[in-house]
């Protein structure tokens, strides 16, 4: 029970599943639009989707370069506020109690009705691309770092009290490098949300990044590219997820976890 399987046969499983779903798509694609199950309005073929790449390629380096950018800037700004935040808030009680409400409202909230509050603060530059990711991920990341904090286990705490640390080489030498794996972690899964939020940003009065191409293939019915786009996007997602962790796991090798 919840035994991994070889890593090979892992590999296959998921090589597998993807040649099923891509199967079943042509299957329901093949023909014209007269004779196939689907109709190619709503969803093209596959040999019609990645057949357009060619056409976005003009476009898409500059795109893919702009949108990485203010992912990154987001990110990184979110990751600053919200770990350090989280850091003493999981260390000292009574400072996530006062931050408590402000990190609700802002993991409740659709990021979709924060977009014109957006646009009023920070107009339509790259500060409001960029302070949108922020504000959608930042809660996430202070949540996650108290988590991270929290689950330390207490006996190396109290192995460090009995050794005679004092509470800031507690929190330096002991808290934040157990907790940071698993902070490394959320940060992972985080830069996924931020490429789905940005192209909300980039849709609205901007000339750069996937989100303005998704928006202007839409207007124009190039519906063969914006389906294109999506495995672009998703393609980037599992990149920087990949690389993060291959460089998670040759840091924190004590960890056989991750």
Same mark, same amino acid.
């Given at each position: 029970? #919840?035994?991994?399987?070889?890593?090979?046969? *892992?590999? /296959?499983?998921?090589?597998?599943?993807?040649?099923l779903i891509v199967f079943v798509w042509w299957f329901v694609t093949r023909g014209d639009a007269t004779t196939a199950i689907v109709s190619p309005s709503k969803l093209p073929s596959p040999g019609a989707v990645f057949g357009s790449l060619g056409a976005l390629a003009g476009?898409?380096? /500059?795109?893919?370069?702009?949108?990485l950018k203010r992912v990154f800037l987001g990110v990184l700004l979110a990751s600053?506020?919200?770990?350090?935040?989280?850091?003493f808030a999981g260390t000292n009680r009574a400072i996530g109690s006062a931050v408590a409400p402000v990190v609700i409202f802002l993991r409740s909230i659709p990021m979709g009705a924060m977009l014109p509050l957006m646009l009023m603060l +920070?107009?339509?530059?790259? !500060?409001?691309?960029?302070?949108?990711?922020?504000f959608a991920i930042v809660a +996430?990341? +202070?949540?996650d770092t108290v988590k991270a904090i929290s689950i330390v286990p207490e006996r190396y705490v109290e192995t460090a009290l009995t050794l005679g640390a004092s509470n800031r080489q507690i929190l330096f030498k002991v808290l934040i490098p157990l907790a940071l794996p698993d902070i490394v972690t959320s940060l992972r899964f985080? +830069?996924?949300?931020?490429?789905?939020?940005?192209?909300?940003? !980039?849709?609205?009065?901007?000339?750069t990044g996937i989100g303005f191409l998704l928006n202007r293939n839409e207007r124009l019915g190039n519906i063969e590219q914006n389906y294109a786009l999506l495995f672009v996007i998703a393609f980037l997602a599992f990149?920087?997820?990949?690389?993060? #962790?291959?460089?998670? *796991?040759?840091?924190?090798?004590?960890? #056989?976890?991750l």
């Open positions: 029970l #919840r035994a991994d399987p070889p890593y090979h046969s *892992r590999i /296959g499983l998921g090589v597998g599943m993807v040649a476009n898409l380096g /500059g795109a893919v370069v702009e949108t600053v506020v919200g770990i350090v935040l989280g850091v +920070f107009a339509t530059g790259e !500060e409001m691309k960029v302070m949108f990711i922020f +996430f990341v +202070f949540s985080l +830069f996924g949300l931020a490429l789905g939020y940005v192209m909300i940003a !980039e849709a609205i009065a901007t000339s990149g920087i997820d990949f690389l993060i #962790r291959f460089f998670q *796991r040759g840091v924190f090798q004590w960890r #056989r976890d």
